[in-house]
């Protein structure tokens, strides 16, 4: 279930909320007048969501890349890092 503040309990209750979003991976919605405003989250837990939205663009690339036809053998593939590494 969802942790919902006002933004009322926000601005009065900043350090309780500060802590809940450090000791709990999951943002805190903040609304103001009733109605959904924010999510408010750790820096610890923003920086893993938007990693993995990195790697799932990145998957999404490879994937893509099947799905073109844009693969090489194994042992090709190993060949050119091996040659790239050479240099």
Known sequence: MP???SSA??????????TFCHNYPEPVF?????KGDLAVMS???YEELTSRFELYG?????LDD?????TKPFSEAMS???????R
């Open 80 to 86: 050119e890092i091996r040659s790239r590494r050479k």
């Open 58 to 62: 990145l998957l999404k690339e490879g």
């Open 30 to 34: 903040i609304t103001k007048n009733g």
């Open 43 to 45: 820096i610890e837990a």
């Open 3 to 5: 942790t919902i503040k």
């Open 9 to 18: 309990e926000l601005r009065n209750n900043y350090n309780e909320i500060s």
């Open 66 to 70: 099947v799905a073109a036809g844009n």
